[in-house]
């Protein structure tokens, strides 16, 4: 399986900005769609983007206009570029893609 490494997480004002970071231990997502999914306390794990290899991408309609998506094959790596954060963005972050396992996730809190 496919190692995923989330990183970039934080505590952030609302209306800030974080890049989330997620590296695979090996070359997949020039082959395979690349997903980010998220789960807040209490709930399930809902999915907010995903890409596919030829680059279209597709946005949860909550954050539609605010994230965006990206990778960089070169780097084995999946980006997601969250702006103007809100406080229901606060959950744990994971990323994903077929053939992979889950990763540890990492924190966003958005909070004044």
């Known amino acids: 399986q496919v190692q995923l490494v989330e990183s970039g997480g934080g505590l952030v004002q609302p209306g800030g900005s974080l890049r989330l970071s997620c590296a695979a231990s090996?070359?997949?997502?020039?082959?395979?769609?690349a997903e980010w999914y998220r789960q807040a306390p209490g709930k399930e794990r809902d999915l907010v983007a995903r890409i596919a290899p030829g680059g279209i991408a597709n946005y949860a309609e909550s954050v539609k206009g605010r994230f965006t998506i990206s990778t960089d094959t070169t780097k084995n790596t999946v980006y997601l570029q969250m702006n103007s954060l809100k406080p229901e963005d606060t959950a744990v972050y994971y990323c994903?893609?077929?053939?992979?396992?889950w990763g540890q996730g990492t924190q966003v809190t958005v909070s004044s």
């Open positions: 090996r070359s997949i997502f020039s082959i395979r769609v």
């Open positions: 994903y893609c077929l053939g992979s396992s």
